[in-house]
């Protein structure tokens, strides 16, 4: 038998999730808005609200943009808390604090559902592509139950430990995304105030020792200066980059390769560049480096 699985936020990342999960016979319940309307002639069944779409499902995920939509999906009037029983389990898939997880975790087993801390890496081109990669925490019996469905919208899926560890390794991730997207950037710039022509380093460095998959992806944006639309916009990251930057002070790190990254990714912030591409990082870096007049 197919699963009942609930979405609650049908942005981009949930969308490609749901459609994912629809095409395989699973029956998918969302929250009926204006935006998912249309989710309904593909197969979709439509609630009035979270509470609703709990009840009705074995397996919830959610994919939220920030805390407060996470606070008021979880807690608000027809939340998700209310809607809670002994047969459901919760996966969500955000990018948050550990704590803010475990809180609203805990609420959830108050009334005796599982939750399982399961962050999502990858664009929503990647994730619509099944490409992305699922870490999924928590209860181990719990997870291994439904195995065949992270397989359906994320065959790269990875037990990586208790609850919180998928959070740990999701931020581990995406220091290392932040950090390559910088350096890409500021090996462009050399690049090009050396004379070589943009494209053509595209496909030198790729098949290098220094190509790696964000200079696959982030490095052609650069050559052509083509920032939108963007398929990862630079306020996700930085708002992941805040959660790095708090537990890496929790824990006494140095940390120069997340200083610079702060410092970039802040200036595109200041200039308003909230929405463009993070590979737009690299006109930062060539606005404050002025050419030399020989």
Known sequence: MKTKIGIVGLGKIGRAVGESLLQEGHEVHVVSRPSTLDFEKMGGQLHANASQVAQACELLITCLPDEQSMHEAYEGAGGIIAGCHDKLTIVELGTFSAGLKKELADKCAAK????????????????????????????????????????????????????????????????????????????????????LDPELMVKVIGPSAGGSRVFEFRGPMIAQRKFKPAPGPAHILWKDLQLIQEQSSMLGLSAPVLAAQMEWFGKMMDQGKQDDEVAAVFEMLEFNSPKIVS
């Open 112 to 195: 005796m559902s599982t939750m399982l801390d399961c962050p999502i890496s990858g664009t929503p081109s990647m994730v619509a592509a099944k490409n992305g990669v699922l870490f999924i925490s928590g209860d181990k019996t719990v997870a291994e139950s439904f195995q065949d469905v992270f397989n359906v919208f994320s065959p790269k899926n990875f037990y990586v430990g208790e609850f919180g560890c998928g959070m740990a390794i999701k931020l581990v991730t995406n220091f290392l995304v932040g950090a390559n997207s910088l350096a890409v950037a500021e090996a462009f710039l050399l690049g090009i105030r050396s004379g």
